[in-house]
């Protein structure tokens, strides 16, 4: 059985032993309740099973229970200069046992866990058993993508790119050329925060329900993130505007 009520709760508890008043720990406090309803809805809108609602929702409010730790510990959200926080999060979960405190009922572990595990992964990268493990991997991935989009529309810059000053960085070579050639960044190889602003525009590519694409479009959220920036560099104007109407004329198309 899945008690949202009670997975709430525990959620609350869990993070009231960071600090609330550092912004990173606060913007993933919301970003994470946000992300549950979301999922919620595009599960809604996908008409599945009650049940696999519910679980889409659960898995919304756990998907990033490894930031916090993260955060703690290095603070900072990038990855590669920290830890995976999906893989972090599972452990903690799974690992440490804290998943009995959300839900008692054990079927589900593999679905929850695969799903924390792909959802900051490649695309191409994810690792799952069964159709249902694919439905809820990719369902945790567009919730958690629209909301990060719907963030960078307002967020502070430091917060959401780790730089302030993105505005006189340029973008990295190699960056520039994933993007174009394959609407895909290697992570690993982000050197700036402008890079970090080019990854979140190929998010464009990797959403796999009409839900999630439709808000989107329909919000302008790609269109508020470029207007939020004026290049000092001739080159980076020029990139971000070639990058910002690919993003717009494959939103149309789909």
Known sequence: MIEIKKAKKVLKKYVSNYDISNNRIRVKIGHIERVATIAKEIAQNMQIPEEDIQLAELIGLLHDIGRFEQVRRYNTFIDKDSVNHGKLGAEILFEQGMIR?????????????????????????MQVANERELLHSKIIRDA????????????????????????????????????????????????????VLVSHFAYAFDFNTSYALQKIKEKEYFKKIYQRFKFE??????????????????????
């Open 144 to 195: 958690d993508k629209t909301d990060i989009i719907y963030m960078l529309t307002f967020e502070d810059k430091e917060t959401a790119w780790g730089s302030s000053k993105l505005e006189d960085e340029k973008i990295t070579e190699d960056i520039y050329q994933q993007f174009i050639e394959d609407q895909t960044i290697n992570y690993a190889k982000r050197k700036t925060g402008v890079d």
């Open 101 to 125: 405190e959300f839900i008692e009922d054990t079927q589900y572990d593999e679905i929850i866990k695969k799903a924390i595990l792909n959802h900051n992964r490649n695309k191409d990268d």
């Open 233 to 254: 560099e001739k080159e980076t104007q020029e990139q971000m505007k070639k990058i910002y109407q690919i993003v717009e004329e494959y939103l149309e198309k789909k």
